[in-house]
């Protein structure tokens, strides 16, 4: 029984990531610590591993633009550092808190409730006045004026952004990696397009390449750990990749605008499930 949860929930989250361009692990880790018995950190390390399949089968599905790949390789410099320095926290955590178990898997869950709900509502939103014909500003972080920098490709023109600014952004996603099983593209999707002025679908192409260039990181650093289980993550792949497939297929059909509130009901519908199962357990 607990098999086919975990195939279910690896099918679902691949039609996410097809569709979006994350990984899904913002969905599988809670909602496996919800209806499975497996242990938080096997979670988080499988979770981790996992997203190798749909990311891999999306990327494929994708047309990468050799002029999107100069970003992405930007990033991951900033993604491997925050990924280590958050595996290392989760391990250090770990052997503060000992033998209790439920204490690490709340720390996780408040860790994702905080950016599930955060990120949901402002996607909302935008995506409402979106609708209203009102543009929010993007692009707020490129921050041309710190040296070195890059071009990357608005709406309408080229831009200049910071190469220091997009490190530290890898920091940040990478850390949530290592820290709590997150992909990054729950992160790296809306920050690309919001704080970078990225147009959505490009977004989703770039988010996708770093989520598989992410997902083979955490994958050693989790396995060193010895945080991950074979036998969920080979039921999570068989799953997920078959779902990216048929993700992707559904994002070639809707526009950047749709995409955006959709992912944004999305994430607030996992935070809102989330948040009662905390409360009520």
């Given at each position: 029984?607990?098999?086919?949860?975990?195939?279910?929930?690896?099918?679902?989250?691949g039609i996410v990531a097809?569709?979006?361009?994350?990984?899904?692990?913002?969905?599988?880790?809670?909602?496996?610590?919800?209806?499975?018995?497996?242990?938080?950190?096997?979670?988080?390390?499988?979770?981790?591993?996992?997203?190798?399949?749909?990311?891999?089968?999306?990327?494929?599905?994708?047309?990468?633009?050799?002029?999107?790949?100069?970003?992405?390789?930007?990033?991951?410099?900033?993604?491997?550092?925050?990924?280590?320095?958050?595996?290392?926290?989760?391990?250090?955590?770990?052997?503060?808190?000992?033998?209790?178990?439920?204490?690490?898997?709340?720390?996780?869950?408040?860790?994702?409730?905080?950016?599930?709900?955060?990120?949901?509502?402002?996607?909302?939103?935008?995506?409402?006045?979106?609708?209203?014909?009102?543009?929010?500003?993007?692009?707020?972080?490129r921050l041309k004026w710190?040296?070195?920098?890059?071009?990357?490709?608005?709406?309408?023109?080229?831009?200049?952004?910071?190469?220091?600014?997009?490190?530290?952004?890898?920091?940040?996603?990478?850390?949530?990696?290592?820290?709590?099983?997150?992909?990054?593209?729950?992160?790296?999707?809306?920050?690309?397009?919001y704080a970078y002025g990225?147009?959505?679908?490009?977004?989703?192409?770039?988010?996708?390449?770093?989520?598989?260039?992410?997902?083979?990181?955490?994958?050693?650093?989790?396995?060193?750990?010895?945080?991950?289980?074979?036998?969920?993550?080979?039921?999570?792949?068989?799953?997920?990749?078959?779902?990216?497939?048929?993700?992707?297929?559904?994002?070639?059909?809707?526009?950047?605008?749709?995409?955006?509130?959709?992912?944004?009901?999305?994430?607030?519908?996992?935070?809102?499930?989330?948040?009662?199962?905390?409360?009520?357990?």
């Amino acid at each position: 029984m607990e098999s086919l949860i975990v195939l279910i929930s690896g099918t679902a989250t691949g039609i996410v990531a097809g569709l979006f361009g994350v990984g899904g692990s913002f969905l599988l880790v809670p909602l496996l610590s919800i209806t499975t018995s497996i242990p938080m950190e096997l979670i988080v390390g499988s979770c981790a591993c996992q997203v190798l399949g749909p990311a891999t089968a999306a990327s494929l599905s994708f047309r990468q633009r050799r002029r999107d790949l100069r970003i992405p390789f930007i990033l991951m410099g900033g993604i491997i550092a925050g990924t280590l320095w958050g595996s290392a926290s989760l391990n250090q955590l770990k052997e503060q808190i000992g033998s209790n178990a439920d204490s690490l898997s709340n720390i996780v869950q408040i860790t994702y409730l905080v950016l599930l709900w955060s990120l949901g509502l402002f996607s909302l939103w935008e995506s409402m006045l979106h609708k209203r014909g009102k543009l929010i500003p993007i692009g707020w972080a490129r921050l041309k004026w710190l040296r070195p920098v890059c071009e990357v490709f608005g709406r309408n023109r080229r831009h200049q952004v910071s190469i220091i600014s997009l490190s530290w952004f890898g920091v940040f996603v990478g850390f949530l990696s290592g820290f709590i099983g997150l992909s990054g593209g729950v992160i790296l999707l809306p920050g690309l397009h919001y704080a970078y002025g990225i147009p959505t679908k490009r977004a989703a192409r770039m988010s996708m390449l770093l989520v598989w260039l992410i997902a083979i990181q955490a994958t050693v650093i989790h396995a060193t750990y010895q945080r991950v289980d074979l036998q969920t993550v080979v039921v999570l792949l068989l799953g997920g990749t078959l779902g990216a497939k048929l993700g992707v297929q559904l994002s070639e059909r809707m526009s950047g605008g749709a995409l955006r509130q959709h992912f944004a009901w999305l994430l607030l519908i996992t935070a809102a499930v989330l948040s009662i199962y905390s409360l009520t357990k």
